[in-house]
C-alpha cells in the first residue's frame, strides 16, 4: 500500500485543498505578530514578559492537545498517560539546561583558585551541584549524554517515542480496547510518576529540574527577549504540527482512523493492518508531546515528576473533549481556553463570590467548575466548542425545485426528502 493509496492523490498543496488549515496558519501568524509587537522585548510593552510566557506555555499545551485529539478524536484511543510523554520531552531538554549551566558556574569557580582545573574536578563539581540536594556526587547513568545538546534533543523524540512504540506495540497487538486501555496507560503514567519521585532514580525525585529559564551563556540576556524567542518557537511548533496533524488525517489515511475509531472490527475485516495504524498515530502524538514539553518546560523554569501525574492527563482529555474532539482547530482551542481560564481563576484575578454568606474563592474551585463544565459538554454539547463553527457554516437544503436527489431518474425528490 502506497503513500499515494493511504494519504490520497496529491490534489495540490495542503493548504489549498483544506482552507481551514490556512485559516488557522493566518490566525496563529496574526497572533505571534501581534503578541511580539506588544511585548516587553521587542515591541511597546502592554504585554509583559511573565505574560507573553503564559502564551507560550499556552501554544505547547495546544499543541499536546493536537496530539492527544489524533489518538483520541480520530482514532479512539482514550490515552490517559499522554503528559507522560510531554513530560519525558522537559526532562530530555531540561537534562542538557541544567548541565550547561551548572558546568558554567563550576568552571568560573574553579577558575579562581590560580590552577587549571582538571576534567574530573569540573565533573566531580557539577555532579555536587546538581544531585547534592539528594545526597549524591556522581552522575548517574541516565546522565551520560546530557553534556551534548543535539543528544538530548534527540532524545526529547526518541525517548517519548520509544516508550510510545514499546507500549503501543504490547498492547495493541493483545488487542486491548476501550476503557481497558485508558486504564493501562493511566497505569503508566502513575508508574512513571511513582519511579520518577525516588531519588535514586537519577532526575533529582521531587526536586525535580530546576533553573530552565536561564539559558546558559546568555546570563546577559533579558528574560523579556528570552520569552518572546520561546514564544516564537512556540507558535512555529504549533503551526508545523497542525499541518503535520491535518496532512495525517485527510486523504484516506484519515479516512481509515476514523473507520477504526467507529468500528474497529469492521476495518479489520476489509483488510486493514488496524494494529500498525493504530501504533504509528499513537507513537507520531508521543512525539509531538515530547516536542511540546521541551519547549513549555524552560518557559515554566522546573519540572519535577508532579507534572507527570494521572490527573495532568485527565485535564488534557477534558480540554480535548470541551474544544471538541475529532477537530484539530476544537482542540487548540478548548486547550488555549481553559488554559487561559485557569490562570485567569487560581492567579487571584478572578473576583470572589459572596453566596448567602459564603465566600467563594476561585482558586479553591476551579477545578470543580472544570469538571461540571465537562460534564455539561459531554451531556448537552457533545461537539465542543468547536461545534459552534458547524452552527455557523450549516447549508441550508438546496432548493433543487423537485430535481431527483440521486445520479437515477426517480431519484429521492426535494418534497420526499423534507417529509
Known amino acids: 500500500m502506497t503513500d499515494a493509496t493511504l494519504f490520497g492523490p496529491a490534489r495540490g498543496p495542503l493548504v489549498l485543498r483544506y482552507p481551514s488549515v490556512l485559516v488557522f496558519l493566518a490566525c496563529l501568524g496574526l497572533f505571534t505578530l501581534g503578541v511580539t509587537v506588544l511585548s516587553e522585548g521587542l ?72 590552577l587549571p582545573p582538571t576534567v574530573e574536578e569540573i565533573s566531580s563539581g557539577i555532579a555536587t551541584q546538581i544531585f547534592g540536594v539528594v545526597g549524591a556526587s556522581e552522575f548517574p547513568p541516565i546522565w551520560a549524554l546530557a553534556h551534548s545538546l ?22 495493541f497487538r493483545s488487542r486491548v480496547t476501550g476503557v481497558y486501555l485508558s486504564i493501562l496507560t493511566q497505569a503508566m503514567t502513575l508508574a512513571l510518576s511513582l519511579y520518577l519521585f525516588q531519588n535514586d532514580s537519577g532526575l533529582r525525585g521531587n526536586n525535580g529540574l530546576s533553573g530552565l529559564q536561564n539559558l546558559p551563556g546568555m546570563e546577559e540576556t533579558p528574560q523579556a527577549l528570552v520569552s518572546i524567542w520561546f514564544f516564537w518557537g512556540s507558535a512555529l511548533a504549533l503551526g508545523l504540527g497542525y499541518v503535520l496533524a491535518s496532512w495525517i488525517v485527510s486523504g484516506k489515511f484519515g479516512s481509515v482512523l476514523r473507520g477504526i475509531r467507529d468500528d474497529e472490527a469492521r476495518v479489520r475485516f476489509l483488510g486493514y493492518p488496524v494494529e500498525a495504524f493504530k501504533l504509528f498515530v499513537f507513537t507520531f502524538s508521543a512525539i509531538l508531546a515530547g516536542i511540546a514539553g521541551a519547549i513549555y518546560y524552560p518557559q515554566a523554569g522546573i519540572i519535577n515528576p508532579a507534572e507527570l501525574a494521572p490527573i495532568a492527563s485527565i485535564y488534557l482529555a477534558v480540554w480535548v473533549a470541551i474544544g471538541g474532539r475529532g477537530r484539530l482547530y476544537g482542540a487548540v482551542i478548548g486547550a488555549a481556553f481553559v488554559s487561559l481560564l485557569s490562570t485567569w481563576f487560581t492567579g487571584g484575578q478572578a473576583p470572589d463570590l459572596w ?32 461545534g459552534l463553527f458547524d452552527l455557523i457554516n450549516a447549508r441550508r437544503t438546496p432548493q433543487r425545485h423537485g430535481q431527483d436527489l440521486g445520479p437515477d431518474a426517480g431519484a429521492l425528490r426535494e418534497k420526499e426528502a423534507d417529509e
Open 150 to 171: 543535539p543528544l538530548q534533543l534527540a532524545a526529547v523524540v526518541i525517548v517519548p517515542g520509544l516508550l510510545a512504540l514499546v507500549f503501543g506495540w504490547l498492547a
Open 355 to 386: 453566596i448567602l454568606g459564603y465566600r467563594l474563592q476561585w482558586v479553591d474551585w476551579w477545578t470543580v467548575l472544570l469538571g461540571l463544565s465537562f460534564v455539561a459538554v459531554t451531556l448537552f454539547a457533545p461537539k465542543g466548542i468547536g
Open 43 to 114: 515591541g511597546s510593552g502592554v504585554i509583559s514578559t511573565s505574560f507573553v510566557k503564559t502564551l507560550g506555555k499556552t501554544l505547547c499545551l495546544c499543541l499536546v492537545a493536537l496530539a492527544m485529539d489524533l489518538v483520541w478524536g480520530y482514532c479512539g484511543i482514550l490515552s490517559l498517560g499522554h503528559m507522560a510523554f510531554f513530560g519525558l520531552g522537559g526532562y530530555a531538554i531540561g537534562m542538557w539546561l541544567m548541565y550547561e549551566r551548572t558546568r558554567l558556574i563550576v568552571v568560573d569557580s574553579l577558575a579562581a583558585s590560580g
